[in-house]
């Protein structure tokens, strides 16, 4: 099924996998929700600063998003049914955009601007509401992914000069991670990764616009992550991902990593129309 939509960013499938939270360009500055079945979007959001950037609690009971109703990006929350106000949950002086709600619902992932304009990763305890750094550097680290199991992160890093995709551990507050611990997946730059919920495969967006896939393993003692060859994904049939995939958010992918639902733009085309392919059957 195919359904043309304003530009449509950040799209995140909810855990059941029959709903979707996302930005509409063209319709304001509030997050959508986009029933899958009928294509039809409603209104989330109602607040005329900008609202972006929605993640879903595991039980898909509640959306944390960004807004910049105090000025800089502070993170909401607000149930999925729409019933209630939104809560503030984290305020800080810099810019926060969510990336992803652990499956125990113990953490949240975000990407913090610090003062040098650098992107960093942070996480939010969501017991004590208490944030904590969980990668930065000097450059670029940006839009972490857990896996399901809740051991790895996988998120983007230019410190090569480009944005490429790796993994490392996740931790706990004060727990240390090495500077070996960590493993380059991507091959020729990356952005936007996603994992597969059983963990067998990274997907991302190549540097070009293709979605590309990366089976991966870990090793014997769970200690290490060894990743296959980088694949375009049932090339050439799937258009290239908007906007290249460095800044915002242009696909998600479905559980068993067969599905995709994504902001594309047709191969060969110079202009930009945009369409959100849904429950797209990937070749697999």
Known sequence: MTQRLPVALNPVLSPEGRRAALFLGGRGTD??????????????TFDPRLDFAAVWSPDGSEIIFSSTRKGPFDLYEKQASGAGGERLLLETAEDKVPTDWSADGKFLLYRN???NHNFD??????????????????????????SSDGQWIAYQSNESGRFEIYVRPFRSPGADVKADERWKISADGGTQV?????????FYVGLDGRLMAVPIRETADAKAIVAGTPADVNAPTIPLLFGGGTQTGSYAVSKDGRRFLMTTIPRGLSTTPV?????WPAAR
Not at 121 to 142: G, N, Q, Y
Not at 196 to 202: A, F, G, N, Q, V
Request: avoid cysteine; hydrophobic fraction near 40%.
């Open 194 to 202: 996603r994992w597969k919920h059983d963990r067998s495969e990274l």
């Open 31 to 44: 997050i959508y929700l986009l029933d899958l079945a009928s294509g039809r979007p409603s209104q989330f």
């Open 275 to 279: 369409t959100v392919h849904l429950n």
């Open 113 to 115: 601007m610090d003062v």
């Open 121 to 146: 990763i942070r996480a939010l305890s969501l017991a004590d509401k208490k944030p904590f750094t969980v990668l930065a550097t000097e450059h670029d680290e940006r839009d972490a992914q857990l």
